[in-house]
């Protein structure tokens, strides 16, 4: 004989199943009702949507903070100009390119992501960093220092593909000149071209060199009044056939010159990467 108790809760579970249309059992001895499947659902999908949402979120700052898998790069390269812009490519390749950033001297360029710095140079500066942070004052020889001044010619840095012949490379050089020094009193773009040239022509292992200017351009930035000139130009010898890229401005005393060049053969590979470098360089002083 059915209880009282046993009346109410078979009231209750008819009126369950009434209502719910089905029974689902999820453990044994336990019955469950649900609503229609469209309805379950699209709580379902609301609440994986929240965890997707903050997985994803969490998974991307990660990843930015890791590169992991080159993800960062990939997520930078969405928007690549908002990544240059806050040097994110300092750390991570942002479409394909990394960022030269020297504070020392004041200049900025991007570069190849797969190409690597020059090793003499990357010697020098840890070996810079080492005596700097020395305690011990620098070894003298004959009452003079012992380190070796850099050579104005030499680059300040320098970027090329990993075991290459230094055929294809982009490198920097600073050189001092007087407070006054202004490349615009050598003329326009194509006048300052010729004198470059000229200038190659003249050096002591240019006898059988011809160098020939195929293009050049003025880049003026207002608000820092630097100018830049962009310099395309031929070089041949009886050894070898280059391309040349060069971008020349002149700031506070100091002349600097970005030059890339690439064998004639590879020209048309690398045109749109060397046009790239060349108009990414710039003087900075905000860092």
Request: net charge positive; aromatic share 8%; hydrophobic share 40%.
């Amino acid at each position: 004989m059915a209880t009282p108790a046993t009346a109410r809760h078979n009231n209750h579970h008819h009126r369950a199943l009434s209502r719910c249309g089905e029974r689902r059992r999820w453990r044994s001895g336990e019955v469950r009702c649900s609503s229609s499947p469209a309805q379950e659902f699209a709580a379902l999908a609301a609440v994986f949507r929240r965890r997707l949402v903050v997985g994803a979120s969490t998974a991307a700052a990660a990843a930015v903070g890791a590169n992991f898998g080159g993800v960062t790069s990939f997520l930078l390269g969405l928007s690549p100009e908002l990544g240059r812009s806050l040097r994110l490519d300092v750390l991570y390749p942002v479409g394909g390119f990394t960022r030269c950033l020297d504070s020392d001297n004041g200049f900025e360029f991007i570069y190849p992501a797969s190409w690597v710095g020059d090793q003499t140079l990357l010697y020098r500066g840890v070996k810079k960093a080492e005596l700097q942070r020395s305690l011990d004052p620098p070894p003298l020889t004959n009452g003079r220092s012992s380190s070796r001044p850099r050579n104005i010619s030499e680059p300040v840095a320098a970027f090329g593909p990993p075991g290459s012949s230094g055929e294809l490379n982009v490198s920097v050089i600073v050189s001092p000149v007087p407070q006054d020094f202004s490349i615009e009193a050598f003329g326009g773009p194509k006048e300052v071209g010729e004198v470059v040239l000229r200038r190659i022509a003249k050096t002591k292992r240019s006898a059988d060199i011809n160098a020939t200017l195929l293009d050049a351009a003025l880049r003026e930035d207002s608000v820092n009044n630097v100018k830049y000139y962009k310099l395309e130009f031929r070089v041949e010898s009886p050894s070898f056939r280059r391309r040349n890229i060069a971008v020349c401005c002149a700031k506070d005393g100091k002349l600097y010159t970005l030059n890339a060049q690439a064998p004639e053969l590879a020209w048309k590979t690398v045109r749109n990467e060397f046009l790239a470098m060349a108009d990414s360089f710039s003087l900075v002083s905000d860092v």
